[in-house]
């Protein structure tokens, strides 16, 4: 007889286990709480969907499962999920290594994924938000809103994580994996935006620069990225802010001191910006002000708010400026601090770091607690950086726990 199996959860991870278990020859029903799959797929990557990426590895990916992404991706990687996508008929654009539907459209690769499971008679229970899932002599049986409870050979969890709850993953998930005896890793927002004490942001909110960001725990560096950063009236965003934001929101949930020090010069040496910004600046402009010395070296706002910091009058000649102030002005053009509070919540968040304990699943991601159950997706202890790689980690998982759970030996 075919094996009855559930997924819970119709996002990324759900619909691609879904497609999988079923080509395997399952009958599969989707449980999605909202009233329609896939919600969260059409606001990545700006509607665009950046849905994978050329240059894969699991370094860009935190989180507790290294042995398990490498064996997950060796079973199911990037090139198999471009053919995945391509015969399902969508073509694939491809920006410097970032993988995009050709269309432009995150609906495309929803609409694709839908059309698939309609192929292959998924069905699809909206509205059916699971509340409890029991492992019985039987099966597994799973309870949701609105619907009898019904008996499974397995089941998969994909119920995503905690980011972005207006998608539907408001953390539920975790709760069914506790039920069945999982550890849950604390979990944090990821990918998102840092809140910082100074005042001074609201003065430069808006801008958006180069800038290389590095996170400093109790006064050690601890990662760094660059790229173009955003100023906002709480504190500072941009793509190089949401790749260190997991490591600020853990050490934040541990009472550390959390600051980042933004280099406004990235493309310089020390050496280069001495030259260029301090001695032959200073020389070429000695007659002119210092709204003019700063005007053209970074974002004008930025001069300005530099030149406040650094205790110098916008009027003031070039040759006049003493020569301390002048040397705390090229310091914060190198190493402007920010003081960290806080990270912006889930509902702001792109991911959701921490999850079920991948100590805690197989290599075909079965839980070594409770036989016949899965997992795939952000469900699990692992967030990937910006880039097209969560949503990678959501097309694998979801192929390699469809197929095992239908009973494919991988
Ligand atoms: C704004 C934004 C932009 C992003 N852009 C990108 C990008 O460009 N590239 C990239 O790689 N990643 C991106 N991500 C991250 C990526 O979208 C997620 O990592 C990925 O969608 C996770 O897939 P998932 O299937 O595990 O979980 P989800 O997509 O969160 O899906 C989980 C599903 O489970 C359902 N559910 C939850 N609990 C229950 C329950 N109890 N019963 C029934 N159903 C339930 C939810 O309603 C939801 O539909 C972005 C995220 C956001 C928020």
Same mark, same amino acid.
């Given at each position: 007889m075919d094996r009855r199996i559930a997924v819970i959860g119709g996002g990324a991870a759900g619909m691609t286990a879904a497609i999988w278990a079923a080509r395997a020859g399952a009958r599969v029903t989707v449980y999605e709480r909202n009233d329609r799959v896939g919600k969260k797929i059409l606001s990545t990557g700006s509607g665009k969907c950046n849905f994978s990426n050329e240059r894969m590895s699991a370094a860009c990916y935190h989180g507790g499962g290294t042995a398990l992404i490498d064996g997950v991706y060796g079973r199911f990687g990037v090139r198999e999920t471009k053919d995945f996508f391509t015969e399902l008929g969508m073509r694939i654009k491809d920006r410097d290594g970032y993988l995009y539907p050709a269309s432009g459209q995150a609906s495309t690769v929803l609409d694709v994924l839908r059309y698939e499971m309609e192929r292959l008679a998924v069905a699809v229970h909206t509205g059916a938000q699971v509340k409890e899932i029991t492992a019985e002599a039987d099966g597994i049986a799973v309870s949701a809103d609105g619907r009898d409870r019904e008996r499974y050979d397995a089941v998969i969890l994909t119920c995503g994580g905690a980011a972005a709850p207006v998608t539907g993953s408001d953390g539920q998930g975790f709760v069914l994996a506790r039920m069945l005896g999982h550890r849950i890793v604390p979990t944090v927002p990821a990918l998102t935006a840092l809140r910082c004490s100074e005042d001074f942001c609201k003065r430069v909110a808006g801008v958006r620069c180069e800038a290389r960001v590095t996170l400093y725990i109790d006064g050690q560096a601890v990662c760094a990225d660059a790229g173009e950063l955003q100023w906002t009236d709480y504190g500072i965003s941009g793509i190089p802010v949401f790749q260190i934001s997991r490591e600020a929101a853990y050490a934040l949930r541990d009472g550390h001191e959390v600051t980042a020090g933004i280099d406004l010069l990235p493309d310089m040496t020390d050496a280069e910006a001495e030259r260029e910004f301090w001695t032959a600046r200073r020389a070429r402009m000695a007659g002119q002000t210092a709204e003019q010395f700063v005007t053209g070296l970074v974002n004008k706002k930025l001069g300005l708010l530099l030149l406040k910091l650094s205790g110098i009058r916008e009027t003031a000649r070039v040759a006049d400026i003493p020569a301390s102030a002048g040397r705390k002005l090229e310091r914060l053009c190198r190493f402007l601090t920010v003081t960290v509070r806080g990270t912006n919540p889930y509902a702001q968040a792109q991911v959701c770091a921490g999850?079920?304990?991948?100590? !805690?699943?197989?290599?075909?991601? !079965?839980s070594r607690l409770v036989p016949h159950v899965y997992f795939a997706g952000e469900i699990l202890d692992i967030d990937g950086i910006c880039g097209g790689y969560n949503l990678q980690w959501a097309w694998s998982s979801g192929a390699v726990a469809g197929r095992s759970a239908a009973g494919c030996r991988e």
């Open positions: 999850g079920v304990d991948c100590a !805690e699943v197989t290599e075909t991601l !079965e």
